[in-house]
């Protein structure tokens, strides 16, 4: 059988499978907000008075929950069965198992970083944004209150299925498993190149503009520990462990506010003891793993 990684127009094709799919999967869920608008269950432009009981926010969650498993889980399956076909679970890397010892060095390396993903936040909340990108946070952090705002077991449940896991699922599938290892990958030679443009895209998609920075920071950590380790539940289990942490925290101390989400700033030299570790754990991860060599020998693009 011809391995999945000799397929040399596989990257060129998946990108384009990639497009159909995630119109296609947009349609659905322009589809579906209507359906939700007009039943009257919720009304994003509204957002902020439409999540006061628990009934509203557990719509909020349910629409969040499919827009994250649709626009993203759904693409990346689409895209990956029209070119992959059966070899799909291979082709994204979620059927691979981590190299010995790249998922600890993974691990550390988002543990250490932590301080400067938080210093660097506080610095993007710094910059003054247009009125039209000032109202888009508004509404953003109005959207994120609603569904951190829990007061029942079945509330948290929902939240963490819906800001949790699919999220982690669904972006690390699209991002990692297919335009960082399928597409960017074999398009620039070069993982570096891979990692930043799939960080890039991951920290844009989000559209929120006072938080790129320490996103693009969390896209690189995770497409890092995906090349070192070449199995996709390295950051699929780091991004839920990320996420799921901030919904816990907002479960059981009932206290979340997004305004003020980076209120404790870690002081410069905790950043730059941060960067320094960041940049050590990684120098030697890289000298470790040689992610390049591994994907054309076969290591990580053809652990399959």
Partial sequence: MTPISDKSEAPGRLFLSTL??????????????????SLGWIDLSTIGE???????????????????????????????????????????????????????????????????????????????LPEWMQSAENNADALLKGILTMESVPEFILAFLAAAVTPAIGEELLMRGVLQ????????????????????????????????????????????????SGSLWVPILLHLLFNGFQVSVAYFTGEFDPSTEVGTIPPWWAGLISLSLVVWIGWIAEKKFRPEAASTSGGIAGAE
Avoid: D
């Avoid at 159909?20 to 608008?37: D, Y």
């Avoid at 909020?60 to 029209?82: C, E, K, V």
């Fill in 181 to 228: 290892r399928r597409v960017f990958q074999p398009w620039f030679g070069n993982h570096h190149a891979a990692i930043w443009a799939a960080a890039i895209l991951f920290s844009a998609i989000h559209v929120e503009f006072a938080g790129f920075v320490p996103r693009l920071l969390l896209g690189l950590l995770l497409g890092y520990g995906y090349a070192w």
């Fill in 50 to 128: 439409t999540s006061t009981s628990g009934f509203q926010r557990q719509q909020l969650r349910s629409y969040l929950l499919l827009s994250n498993l649709i626009p993203f889980a759904g693409t990346a399956l689409l895209a990956l069965l029209l070119v992959f076909k059966r070899q799909w679970i291979a082709a994204s890397g979620l059927s691979a198992r981590p190299l010995p010892g790249s998922a600890l060095f993974a691990t550390l390396l988002f543990i250490v970083a932590l301080p400067f993903v938080a210093w660097l936040a506080y610095l993007n909340m710094q910059i003054p």
């Fill in 20 to 37: 159909v799919a995630f119109f296609i999967c947009a349609m659905v869920m322009t589809g579906i907000s209507i359906a939700f608008k």
